[in-house]
């Protein structure tokens, strides 16, 4: 059975061997059963049969919904808009115009990818709830469905312009796609370096618990407590220095454990990453079991999030994010850099209409009230845990009064003066075209907005930021959040005052026709 070319017209199922993908996941979906059933009735050989009965028929009544399913979902590529009918029982329906549609994105996950299957994706920009998506289709058609869909739409902006203009223009060739960030073997292996995770004890820990219901767990742990508590003395018979290398070795073990766990991650997520600048906006295309091609129009790029972490920070590593309508993942930051030196990021920054600012930029601080405050509120708590317990311990145990009353109280001058260090960081500057906002010590991070995306501006205040004289920066920004809190109240309010004269300048029909 061959499957129909996406440019007919008349309402088309999916590849056929979708069927075989759900059908497959039935047999994943069987396996804990099928082991409850036979550990749950005994290891004897009806115990046996019942498990394997049990999941024979999960993944029989999986393959007949899988079958129904597919049997019942068709979709239709009219001249204004794609239209998908699925249902069982009930009949859905969902029509969405061509102009709606911000790009198509594919994806194919393992097994789809094996059996040349793609997953196609219509990013409407509502959320990615409220996306489009089939699931799936051959590789080929998940292809020609793209460039149909995105030929349709353009051609629909085209005849709206002229609508609106009065003029017909004639299409411009398009440019050749063009790379501008990508990570070979070698990039990842660094990457991987920095990516330490203890996932995988996480895993063993779940998977225990789920193995606690017909296997007794609690023997086995008194056994291997019991095995420890031996090893343990064996131990500490040992001379110091056996038992400081055994602590180490104990150590470089987890490290190497967490290391390999953050490598393996890092490889299947990022395989092949490149990132290229084409007709339509960047694309993304990344993954080894899970591959993605992910399409982001420039002009639906909101904001930039520039980070980092505590130790790749000392060795010059960053990423970027654009913040989008688009969704990627089911989120609304898009990684485009996940692992870059500045330059490189520099370089994507300014294929995306933006720049970083130069050593000329008028950076602020917040306000020495903000800072005030905070070591105030930061403080707080051990300075009150402190009353607490000194008060108590002068009744119940006096011998420890100093001491505790001596730690909360150290603790209470270190928050302070982390709160003090970190107000020199946080910092935000404003030009012609973009705000920008810096926060963070050990791993800063970065946003920068352009001044004609914002919605809005919003100066709030606390009851204690009224009476201190400074104010919080909110922008409406379309798919993120963006803040800048502690700044004095004068300078909220002529930051205000440029934004929104920028916002009343701009036409935004001309700028998402950009």
Do not use: C
Not at 117 to 144: I, N, P, Q, R
Not at 276 to 292: C, D, I, M, P, Q
Not at 412 to 429: E, N, P
């Amino acid at each position: 059975m061959t499957e129909p070319s996406p440019t007919q017209s008349a309402g088309q199922r999916t590849a056929p061997l979708s069927v075989l993908v759900g059908a497959l996941a039935g047999i994943r979906n069987a396996i804990f059963p099928a082991v409850a059933a036979t550990f749950g009735t005994g290891m004897s050989g009806w115990g046996l049969y019942i498990g394997f009965g049990i999941g024979l028929l999960i993944v029989l009544i999986g393959a007949i919904a899988s079958y129904v399913s597919w049997r019942r979902l068709t979709y239709t590529i009219g001249a204004s808009d794609i239209r998908v009918e699925s249902g069982v029982l009930s009949r859905a329906a969902r029509s969405v115009p061509y102009e709606r549609i911000q790009d198509v994105s594919l994806e194919q996950k393992l097994l789809p990818r094996l059996l040349g299957l793609v997953a196609v994706k219509f990013e409407t920009g509502a959320g990615g709830g409220e996306d489009l998506s089939l699931t799936y289709l051959t590789e080929e058609a998940g292809e020609e469905m793209r460039q149909l869909v995105r030929e349709r739409r353009d051609s629909a902006d085209e005849t709206a312009m002229a609508e609106n203009t009065g003029d017909a223009t004639e299409r411009e060739p398009e440019p050749e796609d063009e790379a501008i960030f990508a990570m070979g073997p070698g990039r990842l292996f660094k990457f991987g370096l920095f990516e330490f995770s203890l996932a995988v004890f996480a895993v063993l820990a779940g998977l225990a618990q789920y193995a606690d219901g017909f296997i007794e767990i609690g023997d086995a742990i008194d056994m291997a407590g019991g095995w420890f508590s031996d090893r343990g003395e064996e131990v500490a018979a040992l001379s110091m220095s056996v038992q400081v290398f055994s602590a180490l070795a104990g150590l470089f073990a987890v490290f190497i454990v967490g290391s390999a766990t953050g490598m393996i991650r890092v490889f299947t997520r990022e395989w092949g990453f490149l990132l290229e600048r084409t007709a339509r906006g960047f694309r993304r295309r990344r993954g080894l079991f899970t591959k993605t091609d992910v399409v982001m129009p420039i002009h639906r790029v909101q904001a930039l999030t520039i980070g980092t972490r505590m130790i790749r920070y000392r060795f010059g590593w960053h990423n970027l994010k654009f913040v989008s309508l688009a969704q990627d993942a089911g989120s609304s930051n898009h990684v485009v850099a996940p692992f870059a030196r500045m330059d490189e990021i520099a370089t994507v920054v300014a294929t995306a209409g933006f720049h970083l600012p130069d050593e000329a930029a008028d950076w602020h601080r917040a306000s020495e009230a903000y800072r005030t405050d905070s070591m105030i509120i930061d403080s707080l708590f051990f300075v009150l845990a402190a009353i607490v317990a000194g008060t108590v311990l002068a009744i119940v145990n006096p011998d420890w009064f100093t001491l505790v009353v001596a730690i909360l109280l150290t603790l209470a001058a270190i928050s302070a003066g982390a709160a003090l260090y970190s107000w020199q960081f946080k910092r935000h500057t404003l030009d012609a075209t973009q705000i920008m906002a810096r926060d963070g010590i050990l791993s800063p991070s970065s946003k920068i907005a352009t001044r004609t995306k914002l919605h809005s501006v919003e100066v709030a205040q606390g009851p204690i930021a009224r009476r201190r004289g400074y104010a919080t920066l909110h922008f409406g920004l379309a798919g993120g959040e963006f803040s800048i809190p502690g700044i004095p109240v004068e300078r909220a309010r002529k930051v205000r005052s440029e934004v929104l004269e920028t916002i009343v300048a701009t036409d935004f029909s001309e700028l998402e026709s950009a």
